[in-house]
């Protein structure tokens, strides 16, 4: 008699994932033409500072030295926790439970914050091209439904329809590259990519918008159980992915500079209110292209947005799959497709979150004044995929002190400058920019001052993660064998576990 319980536990079968399959996931996350359109715009518009492309130099360095101890510290520890996993082996259970609500918040936000862009834009191009109004939650609604049904198959199944859309994605950028070195609206200048440009009073708006560009690229790890070798394909996947992301991000950001001028970049008043945001991306398409290119960008806007919403859902199934396998969450999470290996009820779980979420918004906008500008932008994008970036390099920066701790009692033959200077490196970068998105926190916000939403925003992430904490240390006591299993469910699958936690935990 055979049973009919879902299974948990993954085969050599459901290893699908290569090297280039996990970097578009990578890749699709940080969404090329969303950031280069979306957010360096916004970032010139807000900041005034001309240094933006070399800030995009300056973060991709630090997440290089970052993904040394990272990668070095993958290759013992595969499980779709990720993260969580590091936190919890490399400092200890507790904070590995604290790690895991905090990860699980911000990639929630990041994913639900990015279907208020996705809505806004569908529903505006849809209401050009054919004059018929629909409200942008109907729109997302829709979206969700595709997600979850992508979300519930093979994994392979999203990587292939995200590599399309991010190739057709780099494609126009290019395009829009190529016309803006050949026809700057000012003059041709290399001062974007001086550090002299980028560090003036500003720079530290300037870092915490640009760290969001770069949310998605610590996500190989999520998928290291569905990766056909994944002490190689992981660390590979992560640098390649990285460099990628950041030399085209500083290239194209310095292209949009010369679009824009760095004369009207500098001037505090030289950028309208009508002007700021995408439509300095778009008017210089119009300009220089013409509608058609601005359609096709327009829609290609759409699907980075979209392919982004994918790549998080997946990073949201897999952290529940692994905290439900572990006991942490209800077990019911840790059920997978028999035949494809896909965590569908942590996707479904998603699903729900995404559903409410944007429910909720949509009963905020009655009453919302159009003047002030898009509801689903400006709140539900806004808010929450900064939400997201604040929970995420914190996250980053408590890996890199788990990688101290997962290798001081045991080197396991890697050298120093991997399980050491590294790690300590990324943890003072990554530790100022978190601190930095701390202190510009109602710039990020586009708030002319301090609001509640300045202290509920942050305190919607943390409490819960510190709560998480005490969680744990209760768990040690009153469920010792679900503590046991915290950052380990993979391993006791079959294998044995790689490493001791510090002791004391």
């Known amino acids: ?136 939650w109907v729109w997302v609604l829709v979206g969700i439904a595709v997600v979850a049904v992508m979300g519930i198959n093979r994994v392979d199944l999203s990587a292939k329809v995200l590599g399309v859309l ?92 010369l679009a824009v001028g760095p004369e009207k970049i500098l001037d505090p008043a030289g950028i309208t209110a009508a002007e700021a945001g995408p439509p300095l991306f778009f008017d210089f398409v119009y300009a220089r292209l013409g509608a058609i290119w601005v359609d096709i960008m327009s829609v290609l806007f759409i699907t980075s947005v979209f392919a982004a919403v994918v790549s998080f859902h997946n990073a949201v199934a897999r952290y529940a799959f692994s905290l439900g396998r572990e006991g942490v969450l209800p077990r019911g999470l840790a059920a997978i497709r028999r035949e494809s290996g896909a965590p569908w009820a942590g996707s479904v779980l998603q699903t729900a979150i995404a559903v409410v979420v944007v429910l909720a918004f949509a009963v905020g906008e009655i009453g919302w004044d159009p003047e002030i500008g898009p509801f689903p932008v400006l709140t539900l994008f806004t808010w929450l995929t900064n939400l997201g970036a604040f929970g995420l390099v914190l996250l980053m920066a408590l890996v890199s002190v788990a990688v101290l701790g997962f290798f001081r009692r045991d080197a396991r033959d890697v050298g120093v400058g991997s399980r050491v200077v590294a790690p300590l490196v990324s943890l003072a970068a990554l530790g100022t920019v978190w601190a930095l998105i701390l202190a510009n926190w109602d710039v990020l916000l586009g708030q002319a001052e301090t609001t509640p939403t300045s202290f509920i925003l942050p305190a919607a992430i943390l409490v819960p993660s510190a709560g998480a904490v005490l969680w744990g240390f209760w768990l040690r006591r009153a469920r010792p064998e679900v503590y046991a299993r915290i950052g380990h469910g993979a391993e006791q699958q079959g294998a044995p576990v790689l490493g001791d936690e510090p002791a004391g935990t």
């Open 166 to 257: 991010v190739a057709l994605e780099f494609l126009v950028v290019i395009v829009f590259d190529v016309v803006a070195f050949a026809s700057p609206a000012e003059q041709l200048t290399a001062a974007p990519i001086s550090p002299a440009a980028l560090f003036v009073p500003g720079v530290g708006a300037v870092l915490a918008f640009g760290i969001a560009a770069f949310m998605g690229f610590e996500s190989a790890a999520i998928y290291g159980e569905e990766s056909k070798d994944p002490k190689r394909t992981i660390p590979r996947a992560t640098f390649l992915a990285v460099g990628v992301i950041g030399v085209f991000y500083t290239i194209s950001s310095w292209a949009l500079a």
């Open 1 to 136: 008699m055979t049973s009919s319980a879902p299974p948990t536990v993954r085969t050599e079968a459901h290893r699908r994932l290569g090297v280039p399959a996990v970097a578009f996931m990578i890749v699709a996350a940080s969404a090329p033409l969303t950031v280069i359109a979306g957010g360096s715009t916004s970032a010139f518009s807000v900041t005034h500072v001309l240094g933006v492309p070399f800030g995009f130099l300056v973060l991709a360095a630090a997440l290089a030295v970052f993904a040394i101890g990272y990668a070095a510290m993958s290759r013992f520890v595969t499980n779709a926790g990720a993260f969580y996993s590091y936190v919890a082996q490399g400092i200890g259970r507790p904070a590995g439970i604290g790690a895991s609500v905090l990860a699980l918040i911000a990639y929630n936000a990041m994913q639900v914050g990015i279907w208020g862009m996705f809505g806004f834009q569908v529903s505006s191009f849809v209401e050009a091209k054919t004059g018929v109004a629909i409200s942008w």
